[in-house]
């Protein structure tokens, strides 16, 4: 069975940068479609970017230029970098695997001043 752990949240300020990592283990993640979302309290799950395949990511414009995902194969695992943080950005942010319809636990991003 897959396991995908999450770790890299925290609480930063308003500009600030994260680096979060989905360490997958279990089964290869090559040539497997990776996902990030988000969830803000009060608001449902969001995809930050539809899909992760060979190392192509897709992001929504609003998250364009600030927002960056790759994945190391060699690690089994895919990483989202988050720079110029805003205080909307704070949410749960969670790694997930449709093949088999896997979540991890999710890390916890807090941007306040």
């Known amino acids: 069975q897959v396991q995908l752990v999450e770790s890299g949240g925290g609480l930063v300020q308003p500009g600030g940068s994260l680096r979060l990592s989905c360490v997958v283990s279990g089964r290869s993640i090559s040539d497997a479609i990776l996902r990030w979302y988000r969830q803000a309290p009060g608001k449902q799950r969001e995809l930050i970017a539809p899909?992760?395949?060979?190392?192509?990511?897709t992001y929504t414009e609003s998250e364009e230029g600030r927002f960056f995902m790759s994945r190391d194969n060699t690690k089994n695992a895919i990483y989202l970098q988050m720079n110029s943080l805003k205080p909307e950005d704070t949410a749960v942010y969670y790694c997930?695997?449709?093949?088999?319809?896997?979540w991890g636990q999710g890390t916890q991003v807090t941007v306040s001043a």
């Open positions: 997930y695997m449709p093949r088999y319809d896997k």
């Open positions: 899909r992760i395949v060979n190392g192509i990511t």
